[in-house]
């Protein structure tokens, strides 16, 4: 029997940070998708306001506190005092802030008019240095030092530091503090409250996700930016707390995956049948569905039976599509690769199918470092069937009991009339090693 299946190491739901960093991989394309996991791990606002259709004015008021913008978002709702506040902070406007403070007329006067009348009525009742700097330099902590002696204060240091720091707390402090959408404004602009902030952007989705870490909301969010049958397998396993191996998703898997799949795309072939040795879940069944190579259904082999739900869940649309894809329990020794024919227990029956015969036009193994009698199984493939073969170097997995050095040791292991392809893809652990040709 030939050392076919794989080790099965990691059963556990895939978390929500793992699952977006595979999507990624996936469809690097879609720059969404990378905005998505930096929003759900990190919070990062640019990302959570792209994801939003973006409110411009709003995302550079909380993410560059850009205070025109502030007040552009302001502006509508009305505020006693907005625009003088506008003029004082943005303009440093001199005018506005003494229509805000009610101050001294002969002060104002001496200041924003450079009245000698004034400045000399007002000069023995203000710190005479402060005075000069206020009134020569325009300076605006000698001014409010002034303004801090005056009988009428009205937020004076609010407003203060509003001018001078502009500093967002004392800003919003100027506003009416019994205003619900000012205080709705304040904490999403100056706390960065992620609750305000979604009451301002809407998409419920995606603040359920991210605020409540209802992970049901990350399905259709998903479905929004890219349209893969992976998503409603997950949503599926998820539901059902479905045993799944995670491996199987992993990064090192979906590269090599991926390399395959573009590398073969390349090739210009059309695949036909394919028979996919060794084929545990069947993601690249999946894949190589929703690519443009030309398939007209996949056989996926493997000898672990717990392997077949998971499969067809994986490839659902197709196993429904008269069978496109059928997972099948077999030992890949076993297969008559000219003219194979082959039964399946059904449980809706509760009985054996009928025999069902299918010939490959293209066998498909990536699995080749578990085939420990390798030669022997690559003998019962018929000349002129275009072969995908990949392993790798890895041998100090224990399970991989056909590793091969390089390349050229791979060809040696695996001779072909015509090779299509032939090449490595650097790996953190490791160097996968992938064929494709006519035996």
């Known amino acids: 029997m030939a050392k076919t299946n794989l080790p099965r190491r990691n059963r556990r739901i895939m978390q929500t940070h793992e699952l977006l960093d595979r999507y990624e991989i996936l469809y690097p394309e879609i ?12 919070y990062d606002m640019s ?59 002969e002060l104002r006067k001496a200041i924003t008019e450079q009245n000698l009348h004034s400045i000399f009525r007002i000069v023995d009742n203000y710190d005479t240095e402060d005075l000069r700097k206020a009134v020569v330099e325009q300076n605006l902590n000698s001014l409010f030092r002034l303004l801090g002696d005056s009988e009428q204060v009205w937020h004076i240091d609010d407003l203060r530091r509003a001018m001078i720091e502009e500093n967002l707390y004392s800003l919003f402090r ?26 301002l952007l809407g998409n419920d989705n995606l603040r359920k996700l991210i605020i409540d870490e209802n992970v049901y ?70 894949m190589l569905f929703e690519s443009d190579i030309k398939v007209d ?23 429904m599509e008269q069978w496109r894809f059928k997972s099948i329990t077999q030992d890949i020794m076993d297969i008559d690769y000219d003219e194979h024919v082959w039964q399946f227990w059904s449980n809706a029956n509760n009985r054996m199918s009928r025999p069902i015969t299918d010939s490959p036009d ?4 990536t699995s080749c470092e578990h085939i420990e009698n390798f030669a022997e ?5 018929p000349d002129g069937k275009l072969v995908i073969l990949q392993s790798n170097n890895f041998f100090q997995v224990e399970e991989h009991v056909n ?3 390089n390349i050229e040791e791979f060809k040696t292991q695996a001779p072909m009339l015509e090779v299509l392809y032939s090449g490595e893809l650097e790996l953190p652990k490791y160097k996968r090693f992938m064929l494709i040709g006519y035996k």
């Open 403 to 405: 590793c091969v050095n």
């Open 31 to 42: 720059s969404e998708l990378s905005d998505l996991r930096r929003a759900v791990i990190d």
């Open 47 to 105: 990302s959570i306001f792209r994801l939003c259709d973006e409110n411009e004015e709003l995302r550079k008021a909380v993410v560059d506190e850009n205070l025109h913008s502030m007040f552009r978002i302001l502006e509508p709702m009305d505020i006693p005092g907005l625009e003088d506040i506008r003029k004082s902070v943005i303009e440093k406007n001199l005018n506005s802030l003494f229509r805000l403070v009610d101050t001294d007329e």
């Open 217 to 286: 909301k990350l399905w259709p969010i998903l479905d929004r930016y890219v349209d893969t049958q992976f998503t409603s397998a997950f949503k599926s396993f998820f539901i059902n707390s479905t045993d799944i191996d995670n491996d199987c998703f992993s990064r090192g898997q979906l590269q090599s995956k991926l390399w395959l799949i573009d590398e073969l795309k390349k090739c210009n072939v059309e695949l036909g049948t394919v028979f996919l040795c060794a084929g545990w879940y069947a993601t690249l069944a999946t």
């Open 174 to 199: 100027l506003f009416s503090e019994e205003d619900e959408t000012i205080q709705l404004y304040r904490t999403a602009i100056v706390n960065k409250n992620l609750r305000s902030i979604f009451k």
């Open 362 to 365: 293209t066998i498909i193994n």
């Open 377 to 381: 199984w690559y003998a019962k493939i």
């Open 297 to 319: 259904k996949v056989r996926s082999f493997d000898i672990d039976p717990s392997c077949i739900d998971i499969a067809e869940t994986f490839n659902k649309p197709w196993f």
